[in-house]
């Protein structure tokens, strides 16, 4: 039998706090271009905060960022949603290093994408380009699947004849091996 592991709760508390007030983590190594800044900032404004940042509370009592740097920079003169952890400085490094690169990390179902993508009505330009970039980068995707499965079945010529019955396929079949082609039987 399996011993069922119960992991720890880090959470403390889902704190409101102004962004300005979130001490931005030195050890930061994550950075963001235009682009990213552009596109989060038109998300933002469409949707609105949708996810919490997350903290840690040092000595003080400040809260040190461990996660939504971006977020908290781009905001930093609203009042914010904070996740704050019960975690050393050690803990909420490991979290600094590997929280992104574990997202980055998941997969793909790019018919899914496609169907939430055709579903869901966007009208802001920035955020519809940045979409029509995953749809190409979709259907390259999907050009690439299509075109290692063309590979894995090589290029034939084949002929399916009919035949009145059974009887007269193993005729037409026996037939064509003696001719020293390569045959096989299908029933449809």
Known sequence: ?????????????????????????????????????????????????????????????????????????????????????????????????????????????DRMLQQIIDETDIENETLNEFINSIIVENNQCLESIHEKQHKLIPESYQVVVECDDENDQKIFYEEMIKRGRKCRLLNM
Do not use: C
């Open 1 to 109: 039998m399996q011993k069922k592991v119960v992991f720890r709760d880090r959470i403390k508390e889902l704190r409101r706090v102004p962004a300005n007030t979130l001490i931005a983590n030195p050890k930061n190594w994550r950075t963001h271009s235009d682009q990213q800044k552009k596109i989060l900032g038109q998300l933002l404004e469409e949707v609105g905060y949708a996810e919490a940042l997350i903290a840690r509370e040092n000595q003080e009592g400040k809260l040190v960022l461990i996660d939504g740097h971006l977020r908290a920079d781009m905001t930093s003169d609203q009042t914010v949603p904070v996740l704050i952890l019960d975690v050393t400085e050690e803990e909420a490094d490991k979290l600094l290093i590997l929280l992104d690169p574990i997202s980055s990390m998941a997969g793909r179902d």
